[in-house]
Every structure is written in C-alpha cells, then in structure tokens.
C-alpha cells in the first residue's frame, strides 16, 4: 500500500472509490451510517474474514473504519500482523460526519439501532444507580459503583473497553449470518 496508515476525511473523501471500506463496527452501529460502499466485518470477525481481506487487498488498498479509531487502529494491527497493509480513517465515522460527508442507511433498517458509546453509557449508569440504590440496603452494593467508574478509568486510560466488548457479544449486536457472508462475498468480488 501506497497509503500513508492514517487518512484524514478529506484524503478518503477524494479516494473513496478507489477503496475497499471495512467497518469494523458492530452491526448495529454500521446500520445507524457508514460510509458509502463500506462493508460490515465486526472487529470480532477479522479472523475469519483474513481470506476475503487477503484477496481484496491483492486488487486494491484497504481503509478501515470504526465509530473514533480505535477498533479500526486494532484491526489494522491484526491485519499486519497477517501481512496485509490497511489504513484507517482518523477520527472515524465521528470525523467523516463532522467533515460535511453523508452517511447511507441500510435500507431495510426499520429503526435506529444504538451505537456501542451510547449501550455503554446506559449500561454504566445503570449499574451505578443500581449499586447505590442497592447501598441503602447493604452498604456493600456501593462497590459496583466504584467497580464501574474504576473500570471507566480504566477504560480512558487504556483507549480500551471491556463493556464494550462484552455487550458486543449480545444478539444485537451480532452480526447476522447471511449480512457477514454478503460481505465476504463482495470482498472475494472485488
């Protein structure tokens, strides 16, 4: 690959059709905008798309997205670790926005899924108002509140997050069978 590791939005904007876009979000996520033409591979499924990865690569340069840049930083690490040469897009789906360029919907999404940021903050603020409410009763339910915000700390500390990871897990946010394959399968068409 030619391409410097990090695109800006307006290096994208002016490549885009020369690219093959991964978006390595959630499901859910790449239903709320993607960009035009990107393809949804979850960061949990990089592994088994390598092949597809691999092939397309071999025909053209790579660009992978995430929501902010840090899952699409992970998956081109492991895309490099396979010998296969990516970029990615510098502040993400976030900054394409921010840049004045468009998202596409799916068509058939008949609501608007949650991003990962917003399950996250949900599922915090409920365990914390959950570990205080629980406090009145027995003083030691507060330590799921501290539980939660040292993990939050953890979490900015690291650009890491392991709710994330887990709540990527739930049927929601899975990747349907026949949505991955279309994908690969446009990946080994290209």
């Given amino acids: 690959m030619t391409t410097p590791h990090t695109l800006s939005a307006h290096q ?33 499924q990089i592994s088994r798309a390598l092949p597809a990865i ?26 490099a670790e396979h010998g296969i040469d990516t970029a990615t897009l510098a502040g993400g789906t976030g900054a394409w926005a921010a840049s004045g360029h468009g998202l ?3 068509e058939r999404a008949s609501r608007a899924p949650w ?9 915090a603020g409920a365990l914390v ?10 003083p030691a339910f507060r330590l799921v509140s501290a539980a939660v915000a040292g993990g939050l700390a953890y979490s900015a500390l690291t650009d890491s997050c392991g709710m994330a990871a887990v709540l990527a897990k739930l049927p929601h946010n899975r990747p349907r069978r026949g949505d991955l394959d279309a994908a690969l399968a446009a990946l080994l068409s290209r």
């Avoid at 994208?12 to 709320?32: F, I, K, Q």
């Avoid at 991003?115 to 599922?123: A, D, F, H, K, N």
């Avoid at 108002?129 to 027995?138: D, E, M, R």
């Fill in 129 to 138: 108002l959950t570990g205080l409410g629980l406090g009145l009763v027995h």
């Fill in 104 to 106: 596409r919907h799916p």
């Fill in 115 to 123: 991003g990962m940021e917003r399950q996250v903050r949900l599922t």
């Fill in 12 to 44: 994208v904007h002016a490549r885009l059709h020369e690219l093959t876009v991964l978006d390595v979000r959630t499901p859910g996520e790449y239903a709320a905008g993607h960009l035009p033409g990107a393809l949804n591979i979850p960061l949990d």
């Fill in 54 to 79: 691999r092939h397309a690569a071999g025909r053209g340069d790579i660009l992978v997205v995430c929501a902010s840049g840090a899952r699409s930083d992970s998956a081109r690490g492991t895309l």
